[in-house]
Antibody, heavy 116, light 110 residues
Framework: EVQLVESGGGLVKPGESLRLSCAAS????????MSWVRQAPGKGLDWVGR??????????DYAAPVKGRFTISRDDSKNTLYLQMNSLKTEDTAVYYC???????WGQGTLVTVSS | QSALTQPASVSGSPGQSITISCTGT?????????VSWFQQHPGKAPKLMIF???NRPSGVSDRFSGSKSGNTASLTISGLQAEDEADYYC??????????FGGGTKLTVL
């Protein structure tokens, strides 16, 4: 059974940093392209970014609002995906989901609140 | 990249069919056959219902179907059931190698 479990969410102040993790199991993680998607309270889904598999270059793509502030990485030895979020803004407040890039599998999400 | 355009809400009675549209541009919906549809119930993670315009993942009811014409994709749900009441989002790959979601459509089963 495929499982994606996010962790690391919490309350931070504007300008601070936070790192989210996503532990994967039940599939060949190192072959998977992985994405982060967020959802602000009461709002729609918002694509954050993606990381390709190492065999496909391990490169990343980001949505414009987070480019330069967020970094996606992976540790295939730990079957774990990461989202490093720097210079956080109040508008980054959302539930953050990790998902396989095509959207077949999603985690339960972790809430990030950016507030002073 | 602007969000794809979906109607804010649609409704239908049990047994009826409804269609949700998703309008983008030649840089996303119109560029590739990589349009997906997701269903999301309140408080739950999204669920993939359609991928690559018209393909259903294993386990998804054949009451759900997808199509595309030009820059507009569509999701049709036939034989509406109470459990279909949810939010639906389209998603497309873009020419910038990113993905973009639609604003979401709330489906109400009357």
């Amino acid at each position: 059974e495929v499982q994606l479990v996010e962790s690391g969410g919490g309350l931070v102040k504007p300008g601070e940093s936070l790192r989210l993790s996503c532990a994967a199991s039940g599939f060949t993680f190192n072959d998977a392209w992985m994405s982060w998607v967020r959802q602000a309270p009461g709002k729609g889904l918002d694509w954050v970014g993606r990381i390709r598999s190492k065999t496909d270059g391990g490169t990343t793509d980001y949505a414009a609002p987070v480019k330069g502030r967020f970094t996606i990485s992976r540790d295939d030895s730990k079957n774990t995906l990461y989202l490093q979020m720097n210079s956080l803004k109040t508008e980054d407040t959302a539930v953050y989901y990790c998902a396989t890039d095509g959207g077949s599998n999603w985690g339960q999400g972790t809430l990030v609140t950016v507030s002073s | 990249q602007s969000a794809l355009t979906q109607p804010a809400s649609v409704s239908g009675s049990p047994g009826q069919s409804i269609t949700i549209s998703c309008t983008g541009t030649s840089s996303d919906v119109g560029a590739y056959n990589h349009v997906s549809w997701f269903q999301q119930h309140p408080g739950k993670a999204p669920k993939l219902m359609i991928f690559d315009v018209s393909n259903r993942p294993s386990g998804v009811s054949d009451r759900f179907s997808g199509s595309k014409s030009g820059n507009t994709a569509s999701l049709t749900i036939s034989g509406l059931q109470a459990e279909d009441e949810a939010d639906y989002y389209c998603n497309s790959y873009t020419t910038s190698s990113t993905r973009v979601f639609g604003g979401g459509t709330k489906l109400t089963v009357l």
